[in-house]
């Protein structure tokens, strides 16, 4: 099982950014898959997970409205667009994934989530 994190970089504020984690080593609609972020000296803070199979979603409060999850079962990928972005969501983003879809309670957990990918750098600047 792998991910791979692409489409991080350097923004600027009220900008967008458009994420890829791309799998491989398992078929994508037998998985779920979330992205989290994490600053530096900060939590790791989940923004948004999606079932491929059928659609479900869960975003967090700190993106919600702002963000898409979306899947690509063809491609195997998964996209997360990031909209109207702020020097607050620097950070190093992440995508992991589990043969499970966690409930509402559990999601944001990081111990939901048993692959991960290395992560891509998104810097916003003001």
């Known amino acids: 099982v792998q991910l791979v994190e692409s489409g991080g970089g350097l923004v600027q504020s009220g900008e967008s950014v458009s994420l890829a984690c791309e799998v491989t080593g398992f078929i994508l609609d037998s998985y779920a898959v979330a992205w989290f972020r994490q600053a530096p000296g900060k939590k790791r803070e989940a923004l948004a997970a999606i079932s491929p199979k059928d659609g479900r979603t869960h975003y967090g409060d700190s993106v919600m409205g702002r963000a898409t999850i979306s899947s690509d079962n063809g491609q195997e990928t998964v996209h997360l667009q990031l909209n109207n972005l702020m020097p607050g969501d620097t950070a190093k983003y992440y995508c992991?994934?589990?043969?499970?879809?966690?409930?509402?309670?559990?999601?944001?957990?990081?111990?939901?989530?048993?692959?991960w990918g290395q992560g891509t750098q998104v810097t916003v600047s003001a």
């Open positions: 992991a994934a589990d043969h499970f879809f966690p409930n509402s309670d559990f999601w944001e957990q990081r111990t939901s989530w048993n692959y």
